[in-house]
């Protein structure tokens, strides 16, 4: 079955350090690819979304993620953490076609020390 | 609508009572998901309407939990004789057309079940 695996639970990082999180799918073709971030009380806000192409993908708020096809990851960086970063982040896989439902993993929350 | 709206944004039942939770997805997007959203457990998919197409259930957790989606647009999510570990923020999502193009998620409905 297709899933989604997030290593990290939690992640604390310094302000102004760099971040990676790490996600890791399970499916036979190239999926769809999503990240999307939650803060504290707030919904799901999609910050970036692979499709096809280039496999380094830019989204908002200074977040981007690279597909890499051999290692069946799609991690997310940003070069300079903010505090307001701190959040959820959760990763997501779609199977193309008319599949219905995206997969999400179980998130990675990050937490900012100033 | 400007976005997903879902409501009430927090319900407080006790054990055994019936809740119904009601999301109004953007216009014109024609699928609709329903997700849960435990502490700890990600996002669990529990179903999906898309059109007129007869709705994807298979995430649904037991016969208690319904939905329905009226005129294509609003959809209600119906939990019958509520146990104390439906307690979770229960979040709807659209998309146009297809998962393919990312949700765009409403704010969700907090139930604690007493």
């Known amino acids: 079955a297709q899933s989604v695996t997030q290593p990290d639970i939690h992640i604390t990082v310094s302000e102004g350090a760099s971040l990676e999180l790490r996600c890791n799918y399970s499916?036979?073709?190239?999926?769809?690819l999503f990240w999307y971030v939650q803060s504290p009380g707030q919904g799901l806000q999609l910050l970036l979304k692979y499709f096809s192409g280039d496999t380094l993908v830019q989204g908002i708020k200074g977040f981007e993620a690279e597909f890499k096809r051999s290692q069946s990851s799609f991690n997310l960086r940003k070069p300079s953490v903010h505090w307001s970063d701190a959040a959820e982040y959760f990763c997501a896989v779609g199977l193309g076609g008319s599949q219905g439902n995206l997969i999400f993993g179980k998130g990675t929350k990050l937490s900012v020390k100033p | 609508g400007a976005g997903v709206s879902q409501s009430p944004s927090n319900k407080v039942t006790e054990k055994g009572k019936d809740v119904e939770l009601r999301c109004d997805p953007i216009s014109g997007h024609t699928a609709l998901y329903w997700y849960r959203q435990s502490l700890g457990q990600g996002l669990e998919f529990l179903i999906y309407f898309q059109g007129n197409s007869a709705p994807d259930k298979s995430g649904l957790p037991s016969d208690r939990f319904s939905a329905e989606r009226t005129g294509g647009s609003v959809s209600t999510l119906t939990i019958q004789r509520t146990q104390q570990e439906d307690s979770a923020v229960y979040l709807c999502a659209s998309s146009l057309q297809t998962s393919n193009y990312g949700y765009t998620f409403g704010s969700g409905t907090r139930l604690t079940v007493v």
């Open positions: 499916y036979g073709a190239t999926p769809y």
